[in-house]
C-alpha cells in the first residue's frame, strides 16, 4: 500500500547504487549519529549535516534519472524518518560529560535544537 521495497533499503554510499534504485528509495542513515559534531567525533559516524548534504546530493541524481516534476513528486510524497538525539545525550552530556560543563540540560537541548535547524 505505501509501496514500500519489500527488501532493504540500500545505502546511498553504496559504492554498486544504481539508477533504478533512487527512485524506489535510499537510506542516508549513520548509525550513532546525532546533530552535535562531537557524538559523531566520539562514534566516528557521518554527522547528520553530512547526511543532508547527501540527500542534496540525491535529489540532483534524482531529477537526472526521472526529470525535475517528477522528482518534486516523488520527494513530496516520500516517507521520511529522522531519528537521532539520543546519542547527543548518551555520548556527550552524561558518558563523558564534555557539554554538560558547557550547558545545562535546558540550554543543551537548545543547542541541540538549533543544530536540527540547519539540517
Given at each position: 500500500m505505501l509501496r514500500i521495497k519489500?527488501?532493504?533499503v540500500p545505502p546511498f554510499l553504496h559504492?554498486?547504487?544504481s539508477d533504478e534504485d533512487l527512485p524506489?528509495?535510499?537510506?542516508?542513515a549513520s548509525a550513532g549519529s546525532?546533530?552535535?559534531?562531537l557524538t559523531t567525533v566520539a562514534s566516528g559516524v557521518i554527522p547528520v549535516l553530512k547526511q543532508a548534504h547527501y540527500f542534496k546530493e540525491h535529489l540532483v541524481r534524482l531529477?537526472?534519472?526521472v526529470g525535475e516534476k517528477q522528482a518534486k513528486k516523488m520527494v513530496n510524497g516520500a516517507l521520511v524518518i529522522v531519528s537521532a538525539g539520543t546519542n547527543d545525550f548518551g555520548f556527550n552530556y552524561y558518558d563523558v560529560p564534555t557539554r554538560k560543563i558547557e550547558f545545562n540540560i535546558s540550554g543543551y537541548q537548545d543547542f541541540l535544537q538549533k543544530r536540527l535547524?540547519?539540517?
Open positions: 519489500n527488501d532493504i559504492p554498486k547504487l524506489t528509495g535510499v537510506s542516508f546525532g546533530y552535535d559534531e531529477q537526472r534519472i535547524e540547519t539540517c
